[in-house]
């Protein structure tokens, strides 16, 4: 199984703030959506309440230390845990947020990181990548359109 982290960072690593993301750029949530669709995504129980409800199309994991039922997903008391679900699986998607991400950075084979090529004011950071141990495998730079507002490039990264 390949473990995958999913994530749009500034490019001061911001990743949100008061539990919301920071920009909204429509081709990233579409970049997402394609990666995402048809596969288990596993997020934290922030990232999920930011949300609102389970990702359409997808097995939606949360990983939480409370003792709570969420309709429409399933609810593991860890990384560990949620991986375990998934051992049959070809590759499931972390999503989110700062801490799962944080958690998941050393069990994780592939990133698909969009950058977003400007720095916000943020209070949730995703936790430097080490470039020596990732290399890059594509690279697809856009320029700002009337959609979305800030370049951004979509870069997928795998474990050396």
């Known amino acids: 199984m390949i473990v995958s982290i999913v994530v749009a960072i500034a490019e001061n690593y911001a990743i949100g703030k008061n539990n919301q993301l920071l920009w909204h750029m429509p081709a990233d949530l579409k970049h997402f959506k394609n990666i995402t669709t048809g596969h288990t995504v596993i997020m934290g129980r922030k990232t999920y309440d930011s949300v609102g409800k389970p990702?359409?199309?997808r097995r939606n994991i949360i990983v939480t230390r409370q003792d709570i039922k969420i309709e429409g997903c399933e609810v593991v008391k860890s990384i560990e845990d949620a991986l375990a679900l998934c051992a049959n699986e070809d590759e499931v998607f972390i999503v989110g947020g700062a801490e799962i991400y944080k958690l998941a950075m050393s069990k994780t084979d592939r990133i698909y990181l969009t950058i977003i090529h400007h720095s916000f004011d943020a209070d949730t950071l995703f936790p430097e990548?080490?470039?020596m141990e990732w290399k890059e495998t594509e690279r697809e730079?856009?320029?700002?359109?009337e959609r979305n507002k800030f370049p951004y490039s979509f870069i997928t990264l795998e474990r050396k």
């Open 129 to 131: 990548i080490d470039y």
């Open 55 to 57: 990702l359409p199309n």
């Open 141 to 145: 730079d856009h320029q700002p359109d």
